[in-house]
């Protein structure tokens, strides 16, 4: 619904410019296009009676005393121990009984009953499959529980994203999905103000910049490291205001930060779910065991007590936990008592006041207390929930699904740009109905905390990738369909989805779209038999498959060599290389390799850690899939020796080591590359000692980082990371291995006065600097333990192609440069990584801008919104003093940026797209002075001198 734009409308053609300054922000819009169907002027919608929903709608508190809001919650995981499905459902509760349709059929008839109860509910992927299924006069029932507040939504995203190991742009899809469906079906009141991450294990500073573009008010989490709680506690910190960008000039990415009391769960005694078994609020006297004194007594003390270790007179209790409210009778009628003989102490002279709250409420009193909040600058990673036990394992856990997971993510994007370009045909055309929901909806999923995180069970894992394979099905039609459109012919496509091991269709021709904003150049190996091979408008060369690529495919491929050459694609567009056979035969053979770059030669080296088995005298914790423990801090070499083969030709470099029958690595260099490239394969890792292994790729350099290391955070910004410290407390550290490590998205690097050692990756993975001049990142993990977080399975991989244990292959790619011009190779590398060109067969070239972006500028999202509208969000992606040359504003013309599309009107919205840029206004909150203590450098200290850039500049 296009309402702001009326004005604009009068212009056959004008000029919108945006400028994007280094502020970092993305801009999000709504473009309304001129495609096929002819378009009416839209009408503004009145306003329905306006209910009192949101902070209207919360109870009344009493002033001078302590007020508890009792927070009646569920905790429903999108995929765990039981599949997404499973779980809504309650199939399978053999395995854990849980069933979110009966959930939420219970909670609206509890809430009916009395209209003071609140309930709050979150991840919108469950509560999405409930709605359909409702009648008319249900739907309608849940309306009007939603206009008075009683039910209210909070997070509101898909799931309830995990934060170490999501890439910002999945993290903005998936969010966008939920809160778009809770903005159409129940407008305003069904915006979250409050964003609710109570169970990811660590959080990271980008997610809590997203949560303040999205324009929540506040937000709140349960798992923090166990040393900074308990200062925290001490010192009444536990509310905070988070300043989560160095480049967004303040209050833009400050978010009002709260940590629950107690987790997410009930203060102890106070469960009655049931799933729990404390006692019942038994008030008849003249019944046995009548307890309410004893109930009331209790919960004074616990309420005292937890007033405590925060500032203002109200407090918050979290009634519930995971997959509770399934009976939701149990809870209310003991909340209804409790509440009842609570407040009637007052008459005795008490001075707690107990009500029905939600988030937003609560939050809305902290607001006005008008009280100056600690400053939070750095992120809440590593999470440790006491000294032996860093959950540090699962930004590795699962690498293969991490993969597949960040391809599927650039698959989504391509998928999407092609259906905006493609028109109405790309749903329907030639090759029959696609569409682009069902990989969205799977990706959305596969954002939950406990999917691309590695810590679900195996067979959820395996529902997850099925799910995407399933989207990519979905989206392959409507690519065909738009690539038969746009060529005019529709010959049968062909996709290559297993390259990295030469595992590939022979086509005579060969396409790539690029789904970047600038043109590119990307390096294609595809298997053929043949030893020389001509090629349009590219030079060729033809290598033998690698013995550990042979070993790999497993019988999925013979080809015997790889034809390897650069490809280079437009903008959101195509390019088309045919490939013919020259000659068969034999290779020639490969010449010697020349050195390696120097600053990494010999310095690469891939090890293991032992994991511990929980037989140690400091502590029994095991490593496994959330938990990362090696049994000793020195890793184990693989082999100091490789069996070597090398080769070069005008195209490419390699030095193939093979350390072991279950490591092998190469280190490439592409002519002209920015970077060098080492492609590890894992697998499968030995178990026959009887002992769980953490294999780590190694970088040894002479870069003086005295101490220091710099990691993304949700592929965005980058956080300086310091050995043994933390930011905001006096670290004890205990581990100093895991203790040690953090989460790397996109990339991490050392650097000295001189240099810069990036390493940008192609998926999630953790790592750390443990040495000066060292780098370490994890590659693979295959374990024997359970670590007793819940899932109850060690994280012991196989699959039908690798019965012997998962085998794993993936790229690091490496580049030396000045610290001063780091960012303008590191940059657009990782964006290459993450949004690849996809290669296709495809007649010409084509490309679906007009213009290159400027290098600054990222295209973040072109995705169809409804029938005449696109939704974009372009961003200025360097930070803040990062490049000389990028960290400048640029000017972008939207009316000439689409070649297929012209544009009619623009809107702009909040970074979710759930809210109008002009209607977007957010709680203020007043920081303490002086207690930022981020411990960065200068260099990364403050930003932009420019302020808010006004909507829509029209020239
Ligand atoms: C909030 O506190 C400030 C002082 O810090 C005071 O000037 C202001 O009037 C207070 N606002 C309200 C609404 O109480
Ligand atoms: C290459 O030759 C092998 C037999 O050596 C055959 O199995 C395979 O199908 C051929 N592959 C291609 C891509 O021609
Ligand atoms: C790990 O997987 C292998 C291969 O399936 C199996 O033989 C072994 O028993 C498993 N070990 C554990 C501890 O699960
Ligand atoms: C949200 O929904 C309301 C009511 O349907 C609609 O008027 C409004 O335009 C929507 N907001 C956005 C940003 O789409
Ligand atoms: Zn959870």
Redesign the pocket.
């Known amino acids: 619904m296009i309402g702001k734009i009326h004005k604009q409308m009068s212009h056959d053609s004008w000029l919108f410019s945006k400028m994007a300054t280094p502020e970092y922000t993305p801009f999000v819009f709504l473009l309304l296009l001129f495609q096929s169907s002819v378009w009416g002027v839209p009408v503004c919608q009145t306003p329905q009676e306006s209910p009192t929903c949101g902070y209207k709608s919360c109870h009344a508190t009493k002033p001078g005393m302590l007020n508890v809001h009792l927070v009646p919650h569920t905790h429903d995981d999108v995929g765990w121990l039981k599949t997404v499905d499973q779980y809504f459902y309650g199939d399978r509760n053999d395995i854990q009984h849980a069933g979110v349709q009966y959930i939420l059929d219970s909670v609206v008839d509890q809430l009916l009953k009395n209209p003071d109860r609140r309930f709050i509910y979150v991840e919108t992927a469950f509560f999405y499959r409930w709605w359909k299924q409702q009648t008319d006069d249900m739907q309608n029932t849940v309306k009007q529980l939603v206009n008075e507040g009683r039910l209210e939504f909070v997070n509101g995203g898909w799931c309830m994203s995990d934060e170490a190991t999501t890439h910002y742009s999945a993290v903005i899809d998936q969010m966008t999905m939920g809160l778009r469906f809770l903005n159409d079906t129940f407008g305003h009141c069904g915006r979250p103000r409050v964003a609710w991450h109570i169970d990811p294990f660590g959080h990271a500073r980008e997610h809590a910049s997203m949560f303040a573009q999205m324009g929540y008010d506040g937000f709140f989490f349960g798992r923090l490291d166990y040393q900074d709680r308990n200062r925290r506690m001490v010192a009444r910190e536990q509310e905070m205001l988070w300043r989560a960008s160095e480049s967004l000039t303040p209050p833009m990415a400050d978010l009002f930060t709260g940590i629950l009391p107690n987790g997410y769960n009930p203060p102890e005694g106070f469960c009655w779910d049931q799933s729990c078994d404390d006692p019942p609020i038994r008030d008849d006297p003249d019944l046995e065991d009548y307890n309410v004194d004893d109930v009331v007594t209790r919960f004074l003390h616990i309420a005292h007590g937890q007033a405590l270790v925060y500032k203002t007179n109200h407090i918050i209790m979290t009634m519930g936990s995971d997959f509770q409210y399934e009976n939701a009778n149990l809870w209310y009628k003991n909340l209804d008592k409790l509440i009842r003989y609570v407040n009637q102490m007052q008459s005795n002279g008490s001075e707690v006041n107990v009500l029905y709250s939600t988030p937003s409420c609560y939050l809305q009193e902290l607001h006005r207390a008008n009280l100056t909040w600690p400053l939070k600058g750095d992120d809440f990673f590593p999470y440790a929930d006491s000294a032996h036990d860093f959950w540090t394992g699962y930004f590795t856990s699962r690498p293969a699904l991490k993969r597949y997971e960040r391809i599927s993510n650039s698959y989504l994007q391509t998928c999407k740009q092609l259906e905006v370009l493609g028109g109405p045909i790309s749903r329907k055309g030639p090759f029959g109905a696609g569409d682009s929901e069902t990989l969205k909806k799977a990706m959305a999923v596969a954002q939950h905390h406990d999917a691309v995180s590695g810590t679900e069970k195996q067979h959820v894992a395996n529902d997850y990738a099925r799910k995407l394979a399933n989207g990519w099905a979905h989206c392959q039609v409507l690519v065909s369909n738009t690539l038969s459109s746009l060529s005019g012919s529709s010959a049968p496509r062909v996709y290559c989805e297993h390259l990295n091991i030469s595992v590939c269709p022979l086509t005579e021709t060969m396409n790539v779209y690029n789904p970047l904003a600038r043109p590119v150049s990307w390096p294609v190996r595809l298997p053929v038999n043949g030893t020389a091979y001509s090629i349009s408008d590219a030079k060729g060369k033809v290598v033998p498959v690698s013995q550990a690529t042979a070993a790999v495919r497993q019988g999925r491929g013979y080809a015997v060599n790889e034809l390897l050459f650069q490809v280079q694609a437009p903008p959101l567009g195509y390019s088309t290389y045919s490939v013919s056979l020259l000659q068969n035969g034999p290779p020639s053979p490969p010449s010697p390799l020349p050195r390696a770059p120097k600053a990494v030669q010999n310095k690469v080296w891939v090890l293991w850690y032992n994991a511990s088995d929980g037989n140690n005298s400091e502590s029994i914790q095991m490593s496994g899939a959330y938990i990362f423990r090696p049994n000793t801090s020195t890793p184990f070499i693989i082999s100091k020796t490789a069996k070597i083969e090398t080769l070069q030709n005008s195209v490419v470099q390699e030095v193939r080591q093979w350390f072991s029958p279950w490591v092998s690595q190469v280190v490439r260099l592409y002519t002209d590359s920015r970077a060098l490239e080492l492609e590890w394969t894992v697998g499968p890792v030995p ?1 026959g000692d009887d002992l769980g292994k953490e294999v780590i790729s190694r970088l040894d350099s002479s870069i003086n980082s005295s101490g220091v290391f710099y990691t993304d955070s949700n592929g965005r910004e980058v956080l300086q990371r310091r050995k043994d410290y933390r930011p905001t407390w006096n670290l004890r550290q205990s581990e100093p291995i895991a203790g040690n490590y953090y989460p790397i998205n996109s990339r991490a690097y050392i650097k000295d006065d001189k240099d810069q050692l990036t390493v940008v990756t192609d998926r999630s993975q953790g790592g750390g600097s443990i040495q000066d001049g060292s780098l370490e990142i994890m590659l693979h993990r ?1 374990l ?2 359970d670590d007793v977080r819940g899932v109850g ?2 994280l ?1 991989e ?1 699959s039908d192609i690798y ?3 998962l085998v794993v292959r993936g790229r690091h790619l490496l580049s030396l440069s000045p610290p001063a011009t780091a960012a303008d190779t590191h940059r657009p590398l990782a964006q290459e990584v993450v949004l690849q060109p996809s290669s296709m067969d495809f007649e010409k070239e084509f490309s679906g801008l007009q213009a290159v972006l400027p290098p600054a500028v990222h295209l973040l999202t072109v995705s169809q919104w409804d029938q005449d509208t696109v939704l974009l969000r372009l961003e200025h992606q360097y930070q803040a003093s990062e490049s000389k040359e990028h960290s400048q504003p640029v000017t972008v013309n939207l009316q000439k940026l689409f070649s297929t599309l012209d544009v009619l009107g623009v809107s702009e919205m909040n970074l979710s797209a759930n809210q109008w840029k002009d209607e977007m206004t957010r709680l203020d909150w007043k920081a303490e002075s002086g207690t930022h203590h981020t411990g960065v450098t200068n260099q990364l200290c403050l930003l932009s001198p420019l302020g808010r850039m006004k909507t829509a500049d029209l020239l």
């Open positions: 178990i295959r024997l333990y399975e060690p012991n196989t019965p012997e244990g």
